[in-house]
């Protein structure tokens, strides 16, 4: 257990949609990234969160947004979903230039 | 766009035997990780092996690096059922170290 928890577990929205995922990071760590992994894939970075700002981000549309909070939790928020965006949503929370991530368990989610 | 390949694609093995992984990348490193997946859930840290170093061992892992062919090996000896997962290489990049990139994985399989 990495202490990371995200929620939900599981997400079924129609195509169109907007969806908030969630994630809480391991105690103290005050920087938190967020993957997609398709099936059968490498996961894929989306963004990193610092201190409440964006940090970096992948080659993922606008419409992939995020929010980091003062107690370092985190959203990830997808707008006018489309079936490509369904995938397993990793979140990873980390103290500022560790080199180690620790990940949650992940929300799946489907977008029929 | 994924860093790194990992090969076999997919590997099954005997219970007992070793089991060897490979992964490669493309661009300078500061270092590279191999992360374990259960089941398409979060992933495990495994091992972290600097630029300047390279080998390192963890319990039954094996890690080597060669950055000369940008390459790394994953050995895991006397394999157990439990080993059956699938296993990914990530690289920290010189130029973008805030973000892991990873490869497209290994799924082992370990027989009884």
């Known amino acids: 257990e990495t202490g990371v928890t995200q929620s939900p577990t599981h997400l079924i929205k129609t195509r169109g949609q907007q969806v908030t995922l969630r994630c809480s990071s391991q105690?103290?760590?005050?920087?938190v990234s967020w993957y997609q992994q398709a099936l059968g894939q490498g996961p894929q970075f989306i963004f990193q969160?610092?201190?409440?700002?964006?940090?970096g981000r992948g080659n993922f549309p606008p419409r992939f947004s995020g929010l980091q909070f003062p107690n370092y939790s985190s959203e990830l928020n997808v707008n006018a979903l489309e079936l490509d965006d369904s995938a397993l949503y990793l979140c990873a929370s980390s103290f500022r230039d560790q080199e180690t991530q620790y990940f949650g368990p992940g929300t799946r989610l489907l977008v029929l | 766009s994924q860093q790194g390949e990992e090969d076999p694609q997919a590997l099954s093995i005997q219970e007992g035997e070793n089991a060897t992984m490979n992964c490669s990348y493309k661009t300078s490193i500061n270092n590279l990780q191999w992360y374990r997946q259960n089941s398409g859930r979060g992933l495990v840290h495994l091992i972290l092996?600097?630029?300047?170093?390279r080998e390192k061992h963890s319990g039954r892992l094996r890690v080597t690096l060669d950055t000369s062919k940008k390459s790394s090996s994953l050995l895991i000896t006397a394999s157990r059922a439990a080993d059956t997962a699938s296993y990914f290489c990530?690289?920290?990049?010189?130029?973008?170290?805030?973000?892991?990139?990873f490869g497209s994985g290994t799924r082992l399989l370990v027989r009884p």
């Open positions: 105690s103290g760590h005050n920087t």
């Open positions: 969160y610092y201190r409440e700002e964006e940090n």
């Open positions: 990530a690289t920290d990049r010189v130029d973008s170290s805030y973000k892991l990139i």
């Open positions: 092996i600097r630029s300047n170093e």
